[in-house]
């Protein structure tokens, strides 16, 4: 049983829609309900009726309800008691990234941020954008860095939650070069000869945004699975291996298309565009959260919301 599985009942129970509840939540509908079916099953009980319309809960889904409502509110206190002492004793603050942004974008954006601030103690969480998302709402973190994309909003209150522009990404097309140095898999394919794309599995961000280039293009594309990943460094060692066409971050392949061990697959009508935003969270900030995120504001590149 996983702590999220209460945390989606109690959602489902107060909003009596699965598919709200899913909104909420941050999942997909089905993700959600096999989330709920899971816990069901590892109660041995149904908790919803599904057989009404708006959901109701069972007899024993009102009973655990209750329960669950007094176990979430105890683990909350001692987490959130704990989780203060914590910080008052040694002040570190904690981010929460994408793996790839965790790689090519933080190390040195820290970098010029202590430039500005002196040294920081940092603790990094670096996971999927659902995860690191969860940990700024649920509080596990001071700050969540991640991609951007103007027309893939996330599901963060935008009263709540301010962000600011930090910097910014693009995915481009990239293949391992053939004997004479050109893209050996380069757009936009043929129609007896699909490109293998190498592509990002279908939970995750940049997989919504090299989706919807494709599905913008005016040009017929070509491109055949052959390969699946959540993660872009995976994505670039099958690259560079030969297996097959990527869209990865220019700042993770920087120098694979500096010594040409990966050529560009595809000019730049084919680049798709990202910022990276920083969120913090609504709660009142640390002095140490406060100093980074006024120096934050003042940096050159950078537009809030």
Known sequence: MELKWLEDFVCLARTNNFSRAAAERNVTQSAF????????????????????????????GRLFLTIVEGVLDTLYQARDDFRELQRKADDVLIFATQHTLSLTFFPRWLRRLEADTGPIRTQMIADDLHNCMQALTNGDCDFLICYAHPDIPLRLDPSRYVRHRVGRERL?????????????????GRPREPLPLLDYTPDTFLKRAVDLLLARTDRACRLTPHYQSSLAVALKAMALEGHGLAWLPETLIADALADGRLVRGGGEEWDVPLEIHLYRSP???????????????????????
């Open 33 to 60: 309900s096999r989330r709920i079916k899971a816990l069901e099953l590892w109660l041995g009980t149904p908790l919803v009726d599904r057989s009404t319309y708006p959901t109701t809960l069972t007899h024993a």
């Open 172 to 188: 481009v097309p990239v293949s391992a070069p053939n004997a004479r140095g050109k893209a050996r898999h380069a757009l936009p």
């Open 283 to 305: 709660e009142r900030l640390r002095p140490v959260a406060l100093k980074v995120w006024d120096s934050v504001l003042g940096a050159p590149d950078g537009a809030s919301d």
